[in-house]
């Protein structure tokens, strides 16, 4: 065979169709690009290999050619008539064997739908799955024994992640139930710097097809909860800072958190509440570039006063340059 697709399923010859079809959602999972952010390239050589071995073995009648022949119809060249049979190989070049059509339709019997068909029609129904591409939009995949095998249908699903992780990245397992109403199990990658709304697909984890039909998609509807501090517009992060009266009298030196650590944030002497300072390339990541943090200070007053410290305050005796409620008003 040109092709071992049991082996690329990692499924006997004997295995059933509930089997190989458990077999290359369990693969399609495994090799999915979007779950090895490490080797894209190399998940989705081994992921189109999966897929296209699914298309023939999940597709009984593809299977039974497959299974006679040791090539799928979509290999298959346009051999002539009564003559030697030829089919093409992904390397290029064909083979000729001793058989007619009439003896490859004789694999369906004759009360199989293929067994009235004319040649012509066979050869149609034989290279259908070649034309596939231009049918996946209406929501068609491989050929059936009279048309088309429908793809199987996306599967939505609703995920609330924690803020943090919507700005950093991870991943997250969640349930997803199938149509047999068993639940399955699918890890998803979040990438980092995901806003609230957003979508992700993962290709070929939805509901699988019929006849060889390709899977549909899995989309998962992604919402960003809170945080109780941070607050995010498009790249930039907005924290609240509290300072003492000390600090924003004398100035300071203060350790904030942020996405890539704590920082060392400088407070002016004679900040005041409102006052914003930026901390740049410390905000949410995008396209390998950084968003940046503004912290507004906030000076809390102590809740009590000792006499000593209400007697100091009462000598404070210099005066703003302009009345500091001057511009406050109502039109």
């Keep these: ?29 495994k090799h999915h690009p979007d779950m090895n952010q490490d080797n894209p390239k190399g998940a989705k050589e081994k992921f189109q290999k999966v897929q296209e071995a699914f298309d023939v073995l999940g597709n009984p009648e593809k299977r039974k050619i497959y299974d006679q022949y040791g090539v799928s119809p979509d290999q298959m060249g346009s051999g002539g008539g009564q003559g030697p049979f030829q089919w093409s190989f992904g390397g290029g070049g064909t083979r000729s064997d001793n058989f007619s059509l009439d003896d490859l339709m ?30 996946d939009e209406s929501g068609y995949g ?21 803020f943090v992780m919507a700005v950093e990245g991870g991943k997250v397992d969640i349930k997803i139930r199938r ?3 068993q639940d399955e199990t699918v890890t998803v990658t979040i990438p980092a710097g995901i806003s609230n709304g957003k979508k992700i ?28 501090f941070f607050k995010r517009k498009n790249q930039h992060l907005y ?16 350790d904030i958190p942020t996405p890539k650590g704590n920082v060392t944030l400088t407070v002016p002497a004679g900040s005041s509440s409102g006052t914003k300072l930026r901390v740049r390339g410390c905000g949410v990541a995008c396209k390998e570039e950084h968003g940046d943090l503004f912290a507004e200070l906030s000076v809390v007053l102590p809740q009590q006063w000792t006499s000593a410290d209400k007697e100091l305050l009462q000598k404070i005796t210099s005066e703003p340059s302009e009345p500091i409620r001057n511009k ?3 039109n």
């Design 179 to 181: 149509p047999s109403g």
């Design 328 to 330: 406050l008003q109502w």
């Design 106 to 135: 004789k694999i369906f019997g004759a009360g199989n739908t293929f067994g009235d068909q004319t040649r012509e029609d066979f050869f149609n129904a034989a290279r259908r799955s070649k034309r596939r591409s231009a049918r």
């Design 142 to 162: 491989g050929s059936t024994q009279g048309g088309f095998a429908p793809n199987g249908s996306d599967v939505e699903h609703s995920l609330t992640i924690p």
């Design 239 to 254: 924290v609240k800072i509290p300072i003492t009266l000390k600090e924003a009298v004398f100035g300071a030196k203060i």
């Design 1 to 29: 065979m040109s092709n071992d697709y049991y082996k690329t399923l990692e499924v006997p010859k004997t295995a059933t169709q509930d089997e190989i079809q458990k077999a290359y959602r369990k693969l399609a999972r």
């Design 201 to 228: 697909r993962l290709s070929g984890l939805g509901n699988p097809g019929q006849y060889g039909g390709k899977a549909g998609n899995l989309l998962i509807n992604v919402q960003v909860a809170e945080h109780p």
